[in-house]
């Protein structure tokens, strides 16, 4: 399977600041994705990273709070805008070759507290 | 639209005990059904997975049974170790969506 790569692996952050973070894949995978997991709780999900367009949300996130780029089929960006406390979750990237019934790959995740 | 259900949320097991955890669905347009595990400080790594027109799947220690008609599957781990103290989450898939499970905390006792 594809090796991910997310950088940072933590920060800790001052509120009302952002945080770009990165997601390499060793190989070019068809979809891209972006979670967010709160301390002992389950993976939400908060869009699909669309290569050469806008990236597609899911209700309770927007572009403007979680801009998201992918200029290639191996590296994506998830900003994380004018923090605050709440922020504070992990966030992972994950990869899948393609549709249909086949698993994603996530990376380790980046570790994120805001003061 | 698809709503998993896991349990139990924790389980402790004697090690070389047998461990199992099940999750339920609700749409029965869901095809796939993997299972990860998460280590501390780690992202969840896929341990197995199981397709719509399988009943059963089994890769050493590890097996997943899956009911269609019930929309159930459960993940069943024996002889276990306490490298599989870990969160495991059980998945179902829908073309490209994946709803995951609330997550069960394993852990194997020496």
């Known amino acids: 399977s594809a090796v991910i790569s997310q950088k940072p692996s933590r920060d800790i952050c001052q509120r009302g600041t952002s945080l770009t973070i990165q997601c390499q894949v060793d190989?070019?995978?068809?979809?891209m994705f972006w979670y967010r997991q709160q301390p002992g709780q389950s993976l939400t999900l908060i869009a699909t990273?669309?290569?050469?367009?806008?990236?597609?949300?899911e209700s309770g996130f927007v572009i403007d709070k979680f801009p998201i780029s992918r200029p290639n089929l191996t590296f994506s960006t998830l900003t994380v805008s004018n923090m605050s406390p709440e922020d504070s979750s992990i966030y992972l990237c994950?990869?899948?070759?393609?549709?249909?019934?086949?698993?994603?790959?996530f990376g380790d995740g980046t570790r994120l507290s805001i003061l | 639209g698809e709503n998993v259900e896991q349990h139990p949320s924790t389980l402790s097991v004697q090690e070389g005990d047998s461990a199992v955890i099940k999750c339920t669905y609700s749409?029965?347009?869901?095809?796939?059904f993997p299972w990860y595990k998460q280590e501390l400080g780690k992202g969840p790594q896929l341990i197995i997975d199981i397709r719509s027109n399988v009943g059963e799947k089994k890769d050493q220690r590890i097996a997943v049974t899956l009911n269609k008609t019930a929309k159930h599957f459960s993940l069943h781990i024996t002889e276990t170790q306490p490298e599989d103290s870990a969160v495991y989450f059980c998945a179902a898939s829908i073309g490209n969506q994946f709803h995951f499970g609330t997550g069960t905390s394993l852990t194997v006792i020496p």
């Open positions: 190989s070019q995978v068809t979809m």
């Open positions: 990273a669309n290569q050469g367009s806008e990236a597609t949300y």
């Open positions: 994950s990869v899948r070759d393609r549709g249909g019934s086949q698993p994603q790959h």
């Open positions: 749409d029965s347009a869901s095809n796939y």
